[in-house]
Nanobody, 125 residues
Framework: QVQLVESGGGLVQAGESLRLTCAAT????????MGWYRQAPGKQREMVAA???????HYADSVKDRFTISMDNAGTTVYLQMNNLKPEDTAVYYC???????????????????WGKGTQVTVSS
């Protein structure tokens, strides 16, 4: 089984920083990309930032120049450094991983999506 374990959420004031961490554990044959999504009350889940195993990154326009996504050398832990947080960043943040648990899964499906349980980020004004 694959698990994504998130940590680092909390309550901060506007302008402050937080760092989210997500570790992928379990049987992993290959990992293609990891990322962070968020969902605010009454809104759809949206992509915040993503990083491929090759190091390419992609950000939502709303977080560019404030958030930075990175990955450890092992390629199984992803971080989201969030600076200059704004009240509109308040949401539950979910970790996502596109990975394969076996050679067969990698060859036939490329990878499958896995999700963490989410961590709450609240930014007060």
């Amino acid at each position: 089984q694959v698990q994504l374990v998130e940590s680092g959420g909390g309550l901060v004031q506007a302008g402050e920083s937080l760092r989210l961490t997500c570790a992928a554990t379990g049987t992993i044959f290959s990992l293609n990309a990891m990322g962070w999504y968020r969902q605010a009350p009454g809104k759809q889940r949206e992509m915040v930032a993503a990083i491929t195993i090759g190091g390419s990154t992609h950000y939502a326009d709303s977080v560019k120049d404030r958030f930075t996504i990175s990955m450890d050398n092992a390629g199984t832990t992803v971080y989201l450094q969030m600076n200059n947080l704004k009240p509109e960043d308040t949401a539950v943040y979910y970790c996502n991983a596109d990975l394969a648990k076996s050679d067969y899964e990698a060859r036939t499906k490329g990878g499958m999506d896995y999700w963490g349980k989410g961590t709450q980020v609240t930014v007060s004004s």
